[in-house]
């Protein structure tokens, strides 16, 4: 059975930051890309930062350059989000997301979410 736990979010002013962690078990971590994906009060969900499988390549969304930082321990199957310098608009639901190949077919996973709050 695939789980991917969240933890990490919480309530802190702008201009904070907070690590964000995602625990996975139920498939072979490393062969997965993982992501993280954030989702707003009336807004959609938006992709804000992957790393690969294979090389650990990341990208990230324009909004999150420089401020936020994914990365990944294969060892203890947790990919990672560091977020610095948050600002108001960070505020949403951060999802953690897992893609692999099973069976030749593509396969997706999420977590359940964590709320991230900056505010004053």
């Known amino acids: 059975q695939v789980q991917l736990v969240e933890s990490g979010g919480g309530l802190l002013q702008p201009g904070g930051s907070l690590r964000l962690s995602c625990a996975a078990s139920?498939?072979?971590?490393?062969?997965?890309?993982m992501s993280w994906y954030r989702q707003a009060p009336g807004k959609e969900r938006e992709l804000v930062a992957r790393?690969?499988?294979?090389?650990?390549?990341?990208n990230y969304a324009d909004s999150m350059k420089g401020r936020f930082t994914i990365f990944r321990d294969n060892a203890k199957n947790t990919v990672y989000l560091q977020m610095n310098s948050l600002k108001p608009e960070d505020t949403a639901v951060y999802y953690c997301?897992?893609?692999?190949?099973?069976?030749?077919?593509?396969?997706?996973?999420w977590g359940q979410g964590t709320q991230v709050t900056a505010s004053s």
């Open positions: 997301n897992a893609r692999y190949l099973e069976a030749g077919a593509l396969v997706e996973y």
């Open positions: 790393i690969t499988n294979t090389d650990g390549r990341t």
């Open positions: 139920g498939f072979t971590f490393s062969s997965a890309v």
